[in-house]
């Protein structure tokens, strides 16, 4: 009885230090991935958490602008239980970032990382199909476009934690724990454009890289809807990334680099599995700066594993159905 006894506070006491040692893991968080982006913009509630236990570098949020209390206020624009309301981007996000740099000895929201963590924040369209307007229209438009309460409310939200954040001041940009940008056309480029002081920056575009652009100052990211621009189909089979979609993947990277902009890219397939990864393999191989999906685990799987450079030029082969395996093994 007594070796019985013996035996079982043994076992107890090896599952509590395999607990401990789990728990340990999980504070301490997974390997830093410099170019995952975690997309969460339909969840989960609590976005930072998620991207920072994965090791993520940044993640993207969406808000709204919740007009059914007194003040407004600002709240994640995601999926939850019917009756619930969505976290407020305060609770849900710069709290948690707060507490992660506090809790840093280097004040950062990754230890031991250097770099700020990247927070983009998207605001969803108003209803009702916008008006058609021709490219010089658009651009007009969004120069002379009003500022948006989201912003506002934002920016509220923002200035008391100024010292974590990337900060434009009178034309010069200092670095912070924590870079905001707002990705989305629905932002207004004059409230950026004409502020001295503020705590957040622009997703631009390709368009942005010419002459009369936005400076690198107001974005510092550029972004591009990769499956449109290489002209993806899914209802074709890419047995392997065609030699002028490559082309065109790098020029548009090197593009980028050269006028001193990250790029990252949307319209990115997600499914199926085999062809979410070879678009991974050429988004890594070409030097995106950053890949970016809602399938949280399988990008931080394979952000893990090193660069085939051997293979860093093909697609990931779509494996054949195990019948005709067999007939290739037959003949």
């Given amino acids: 009885m007594s070796n019985g006894l013996a035996t079982v506070a043994s076992g107890m006491v090896g599952l509590a230090a395999m607990g401990a040692l789990a728990a340990a893991r999980a504070r301490r968080g997974r390997p830093y991935l410099a170019d995952g982006l975690l997309v969460a913009v339909d969840g989960p509630a609590d976005p930072v958490a998620a991207a920072v236990r994965a090791g993520f570098a940044g993640v993207e949020v969406a808000v709204r602008l919740d007009t059914d209390t007194a003040p407004p206020v600002l709240r994640l624009d995601c999926a939850m239980?019917?009756?619930?309301?969505?976290?407020?981007?305060?609770?849900?996000?710069?709290?948690?970032?707060?507490?992660?740099?506090?809790?840093?000895?280097?004040?950062?929201?990754?230890?031991?990382?250097a770099e700020p963590f990247l927070l983009l924040v998207?605001?969803?369209?108003?209803?009702?199909?916008?008006?058609?307007?021709?490219?010089?229209?658009?651009?007009?438009a969004l120069l002379l476009q009003a500022a948006r309460p989201e912003y506002e409310a934002l920016?509220?939200?923002?200035?008391?934690?100024?010292?974590?954040?990337?900060?434009?001041?009178?034309?010069?940009?200092?670095?912070?724990?924590?870079?905001?940008?707002?990705?989305?056309?629905?932002?207004?480029?004059?409230?950026?454009?004409?502020?001295?002081?503020?705590?957040?920056?622009?997703?631009?575009?390709?368009?942005?890289?010419?002459?009369?652009?936005?400076?690198?100052?107001?974005?510092p990211l550029v972004t591009e809807a990769l499956g449109a621009r290489i002209g993806w189909d899914p209802q074709e089979e890419w047995p392997e990334f065609p030699a002028e979609a490559r082309h065109i993947l790098r020029s548009l990277v090197g593009a980028a680099h050269a006028g001193g902009r990250r790029i990252r890219f949307v319209g990115v397939p997600e499914e199926p599995r085999h062809v979410r990864l070879a678009f991974w393999q050429e988004l890594r191989a070409a030097g995106a700066d950053l890949i970016a999906s809602r399938h949280r685990a399988q990008l931080a799987r394979f952000l893990r594993k090193p660069v085939d450079r051997e293979r860093k030029h093909r697609a990931e082969p779509r494996r054949p159905a195990v019948q005709d395996e067999q007939k290739l093994n037959g003949r």
């Fill in 81 to 113: 239980p019917d009756g619930e309301p969505a976290p407020t981007f305060e609770q849900a996000v710069l709290e948690p970032l707060a507490a992660l740099v506090d809790e840093s000895p280097l004040g950062r929201v990754h230890p031991r990382r």
């Fill in 122 to 140: 998207h605001a969803d369209p108003a209803p009702g199909p916008p008006p058609r307007m021709t490219a010089p229209q658009q651009r007009a």
């Fill in 155 to 219: 920016d509220l939200l923002l200035r008391p934690r100024a010292e974590l954040l990337t900060t434009f001041l009178g034309g010069r940009v200092v670095p912070g724990a924590i870079t905001v940008v707002l990705t989305g056309p629905y932002w207004s480029r004059a409230d950026l454009l004409g502020a001295y002081e503020r705590f957040a920056f622009l997703e631009g575009r390709f368009s942005d890289l010419e002459p009369g652009g936005l400076p690198v100052t107001v974005a």
